[in-house]
């Protein structure tokens, strides 16, 4: 009896995996290390996800794997054939004359032929059409409709029609149904709309029914207390999540991993990594993504590498996403050979996202190989029509990098040619290279008309943003402009982004360079989770110089 407990249990939760769509990058999670200069970062697990890559947990249910299984070989290119029916099914017309079609043509309809189709509607974000799908499995049952088909109906139900109506269809799905997968799927919909109460009043009747709730069910709540004002009940939900005998997933970890990666805290990061190991659950390739990349924003690349090498190893198959994050750490570390390899196995996959050139053109404009990044963002042009500000940004943020301010204003001037309208990020980019150029008053300028347009939460607390910004601070500093430097140091501070020293000591720099004294420098620091080094104490030795 035990044996099958275990075998319905694992059954159960991978059908919620197929099911349910889980962003590891949502609310604070969003993109805070994705590396594309462009207004809405994709997900770093997501779309890499993950990014935003365990960004999205979409895997195929064990159920679904066997249906599919038990069509003959020879049938396979006719499964494909139905999804493909219904996938050029013309919008506003219904799926229910494609099915009287197939069957017209004497084909019967598996339940593996639903299973790939709704597979393959739910990759395409066709949400609708995967309901249209269900709601006729149901009433036409061209075969007996088991759990999973009632959890598919009741998932896209929920999504499209709201929770009241995924309630309603709940109580009329016959009770022999009406199970842990059901419940669980009713909760995720319930979180995914932010309903925090419902979705505990369902969990405390599965606890009184004796049904175990999934792991995906507390990913899912510690994702919506991922912000920093909410953040303190996350160890609350580990707490009930052990006492309910949830055994913590490894995208349970990613997931607090990626809360510590994107508030910038190291420390954190090590702590829950630790916990994983004491807890024996083996890290994935998104586990070390994560790692690898906290590390390299945090400038420190020998431990970066490391987890670079775990990715390497790791590495199941050739995941796009993976290979993206590996050319931009490859950008990091300076390492145009692993840098070039990667880039010639993202070439060799059957499609190149122009996401992948966007990186790939930062990646080399990070190592100083500009000729590359011009060759690549050619490439791009020829193949992909020219559509974002993300792909102007690319080249232009790798001209403005090195000071190459003609090219850039030259870029811009295409850009704008081209419909595609300039951003903040754009404008920021522009005000580094006027001042790497030495055009101190127009990088002014500039950045003012970036700050005079609007700009989410999530682009301030990107990486490219923060990144540009602390290098446009640097320079400030050098000129000892401590005004300049203190604004745009409140937007590090607003990031977290100010944990590291190295963004501390560039506050400090311009009060050396400005020969301003203020004792209160290492207390601010201290206060703002940074910790001072060598060069701190011989920076503000010679701050006390300027004590009147």
Same mark, same amino acid.
């Given at each position: 009896m035990n044996f099958i407990s275990i075998l319905r249990q694992r059954r159960i939760t991978s059908a919620l995996h197929q099911t349910i769509v889980i962003s590891l990058s949502k609310q604070s999670i969003h993109s805070c290390h994705s590396f594309c200069s462009k207004t809405s970062d994709a997900n770093f697990t997501s779309e890499n996800s993950e990014s935003k890559k365990e960004e999205r947990l979409i895997a195929q249910s064990a159920e679904s794997k066997k249906e599919e299984k038990l069509? /003959?070989?020879?049938?396979?290119?006719?499964?494909?054939? @139905?999804?493909?029916?219904?996938?050029s099914v013309p919008m506003g017309e219904s799926v229910g004359s494609t099915f009287q079609s197939w069957m017209g043509d004497g084909l019967p309809i598996h339940r593996g032929d639903i299973f790939h189709t709704i597979n393959r509607l739910r990759k395409l974000k066709s949400n609708k059409r995967a309901l249209e799908v269900m709601e006729w499995v149901i009433r036409e049952r061209p075969y007996r409709p088991k759990e999973l088909d009632y959890s598919y109906l009741l998932e896209f139900t929920a999504k499209l029609h709201g929770i009241s109506q995924a309630e309603s269809l709940f109580s009329r799905i016959p009770s022999e149904f009406q199970n842990e997968l059901l419940y669980n799927n009713l909760i995720l919909g319930c979180l995914n709309r932010g309903m925090i109460r419902l979705s505990l009043a369902y969990m405390k009747k599965m606890r009184?029914?004796?049904?175990?709730?999934?792991?995906?069910?507390?990913?899912?709540?510690?994702?919506?207390?991922?912000?920093?004002?909410?953040?303190?009940s996350?160890?609350?939900?580990?707490?009930q999540m052990k006492a309910d005998k949830v055994i913590p997933h490894v995208s349970t970890f990613n997931i607090l991993l990626k809360i510590e990666a994107n508030q910038h805290n190291i420390e954190g990061l090590l702590k829950v990594f630790g916990d994983m190991e004491r807890a024996k659950v083996e890290p994935n390739e998104v586990s070390y993504c994560i790692l690898a990349t906290a590390h390299a924003v945090a400038r420190l690349y020998t431990v970066s590498e490391t987890y670079i090498e775990a990715i390497e190893k790791s590495a199941t198959g050739q995941n796009w996403s993976t290979l993206d994050i590996l050319v931009i750490l490859y950008g990091y570390l300076g390492n145009r050979s692993d840098l070039e390899r990667t880039w010639g196995i993202i070439l060799e996959l059957s499609h190149v996202r122009s996401k992948s050139y966007v990186l790939a053109i930062e990646a080399f404009g990070r190592i100083g190989?500009?000729?590359?990044?011009?060759?690549?963002?050619?490439?791009?042009?020829?193949?992909?029509? @020219?559509?974002?500000?993300?792909?102007?940004?690319?080249?232009? /943020?790798?001209?403005?990098?090195?000071?190459?301010?003609?090219? /850039?204003? /030259?870029?811009y001037k295409e850009m704008e040619q081209s419909g595609c309208k300039p951003n903040a990020i754009t404008f920021r980019h522009l005000a580094l290279g006027c001042l790497k150029a030495g055009l101190v008053k127009e990088a002014i300028k500039t950045l003012q008309l970036g700050m005079d347009m609007e700009a989410s939460i999530k682009v301030k607390r990107s990486t490219p943003w923060l990144e540009t910004t602390l290098s446009i601070v640097e320079i400030f500093a050098d000129n000892g402009d401590v005004e300049n430097v203190e604004k745009l140091f409140e937007e590090l501070k607003k990031a977290n982004y100010t944990r590291y020293t190295f963004v501390y000591n560039a506050l400090i720099k311009a009060y050396v360079k400005g020969k301003v004294y203020d004792p209160n420098l290492l207390k601010r620091m201290i206060l703002g989770g940074a910790r001072p080094d060598s060069e701190t104490y011989s920076l503000l030795k010679v701050i006390d110089k300027f004590q009147t």
């Open positions: 069509i /003959a070989p020879g049938m396979v290119a006719t499964r494909n054939s @139905l999804s493909q029916r219904i996938e009184e029914l004796g049904h175990p709730i999934s792991y995906l069910v507390f990913n899912q709540l510690i994702i919506l207390h991922s912000s920093p004002s909410l953040k303190k996350i160890p609350k939900i580990w707490t190989d500009i000729c590359r990044a011009e060759e690549l963002w050619s490439v791009m042009k020829s193949k992909n029509s @020219l559509k974002s500000n993300e792909q102007f940004n690319s080249l232009i /943020a790798v001209y403005c990098r090195h000071g190459l301010i003609t090219k /850039a204003t /030259a870029m």
